[in-house]
C-alpha cells in the first residue's frame, strides 16, 4: 500500500494560514498591550495629581500670617520673604504642629511653581526653615508633579453679606496683613490633562513665632 504525504502546495497553504494567525494574534496582543500602557500611564497620572494637591491643600490649610508689620517683609538678609498669593505661583508660611519627633511648632516658607528646571518641566515645590527664610539661602526644589505645564489660581473675596456671591480674584492683595478665605488650584499637564481643586484656609491663625500677629 502506497502510503501519501503533503504536498508542497499544501505545506506552503498552512505555512501561510500560521503566518496570518500568528500576525493577527501579535497584532491583537500588541494593541491589549499599548491599551493596558496607556491605561496605566493616565492612572498613575491621576494618582499623581492626586498626592501633589492633597499636600498642597495640607500646607495651605495651616497657611499663617507670620507678622502683621510692613517692615518686617523685604529682599534683605534678615528680613522675612514676602508671602505670594499671584494667578501662577503661591509662597506663604504654614505652621507645623508638634509631634513626637518635634515637640515644639515649626514655621516654614513654602513656595509651588510649574516651570521647567533643568530640562524637567513640573510642579516644583520649596520649602525651608524660617531661618534659613530669613538668610535668603536658595532651598533645594523638588518635583511634586511631573509634567506640569501651567499652574492657575484664583481667590475667593468674600463680600461684606454673608449671603452675596463670591468675588474671585486673580491675585490676592497684602497677604502679608490676611489671608484668603478660599483659594481655587487649576493644574495642566502638558498631556492635556486637567485638574482643578478648591482649597479652604482656615481664618484667625497667626504663628507664635515671637512676631505679632496680624
Request: proline share 8%.
Amino acid at each position: 500500500m502506497m502510503r501519501r504525504g503533503f504536498t508542497l502546495v499544501e505545506l506552503l497553504i498552512a505555512s501561510t494560514m500560521i503566518a496570518v494567525l500568528v500576525v493577527g494574534l501579535g497584532a491583537h496582543l500588541r494593541g491589549g498591550l499599548a491599551v493596558w500602557r496607556r491605561a496605566t500611564a493616565s492612572g498613575e497620572a491621576v494618582q499623581r495629581q492626586r498626592v501633589a494637591l492633597e499636600r498642597l491643600a495640607r500646607e495651605l490649610a495651616q497657611a499663617v500670617v507670620l507678622d502683621g508689620r510692613e517692615a518686617a517683609y523685604g529682599e534683605d538678609a534678615g528680613t522675612l520673604p514676602r508671602p505670594r498669593f499671584d494667578e501662577a505661583a503661591l509662597a506663604w508660611f504654614t505652621a507645623l504642629a508638634p509631634s513626637t519627633r518635634r515637640p515644639l511648632p515649626a514655621v516654614r516658607f513654602v513656595t509651588y511653581r510649574c516651570e521647567e528646571r533643568d530640562g524637567v518641566l513640573g510642579l516644583w515645590r520649596r520649602s525651608q526653615p524660617l531661618v534659613e527664610a530669613r538668610a535668603r539661602s536658595e532651598p533645594a526644589p523638588e518635583l511634586a508633579l511631573p509634567g506640569c505645564e501651567r499652574l492657575a489660581v484664583r481667590y475667593a473675596h468674600l463680600p461684606p453679606e454673608a449671603e452675596g456671591p463670591l468675588e474671585w480674584r486673580d491675585r490676592w492683595e497684602q497677604p502679608e496683613q490676611a489671608l484668603p478665605r478660599l483659594v481655587e488650584v487649576t493644574v495642566e499637564l502638558a498631556s492635556g490633562a486637567r485638574a482643578a481643586r478648591r482649597l479652604a484656609i482656615p481664618v484667625g491663625r497667626a504663628a507664635a513665632s515671637g512676631a505679632p500677629p496680624s
